[in-house]
C-alpha cells in the first residue's frame, strides 16, 4: 500500500502562486506515472497534469502555461507549481499515482490539499 500526503495548500489571491508537494511512502517511487488531479465542488475529478516514470509532461489545456509539474525521485515526491492563479482554480488537488501498467490494484490516492483562491 503507498500512501501519499498532499500539501501546499491554502487561501491565496487571485494572480498568486502556490507549490503543492505530494510525498509517496513507495521506495519504488520512480517506476509511478503520477499526476494532480482537482476536484472542485459540484463538478467531476478532472487531470491537471501528469509526469511518467521518464519525465514525460502533460497537462490539461486550462493550465498550460501557468502550472508545471516536476518529481525528486530521490525524495519520493512530486511537485506541482501554480502560477497565476485564478478563482476557477479553486478546488481540491489530488495527488495520484499510477503503477497499473505493472499489475491491477497498483493506483493510490492521497487524501487531498484545499487551493481557494479568492481576493
Known amino acids: 500500500q503507498v500512501q501519499l500526503v498532499e500539501s501546499g495548500g491554502g487561501l491565496v489571491q487571485p494572480g498568486g502562486s502556490l507549490r503543492l508537494s505530494c510525498a509517496a511512502s513507495?521506495?519504488?517511487?520512480?517506476?509511478?506515472?503520477m499526476g494532480w488531479y482537482r476536484q472542485a465542488p459540484g463538478k467531476q475529478r478532472e487531470l491537471v497534469a501528469a509526469i511518467t516514470s521518464g519525465g514525460n509532461t502533460n497537462y490539461a489545456d486550462f493550465v498550460k502555461g501557468r502550472f508545471t509539474i516536476f518529481r525528486d525521485n530521490a525524495k519520493n515526491t512530486v511537485y506541482l507549481q501554480m502560477n497565476s492563479l485564478n478563482p476557477e482554480d479553486t478546488a481540491v488537488y489530488y495527488c495520484?499515482?499510477?503503477?497499473?501498467?505493472?499489475?491491477?490494484?497498483?493506483?493510490?490516492w492521497g487524501q487531498g490539499t484545499l487551493v481557494f483562491v479568492s481576493e
Open positions: 495520484n499515482a499510477d503503477g497499473s501498467k505493472y499489475g491491477p490494484g497498483l493506483e493510490y
Open positions: 513507495e521506495s519504488r517511487f520512480s517506476i509511478y506515472t
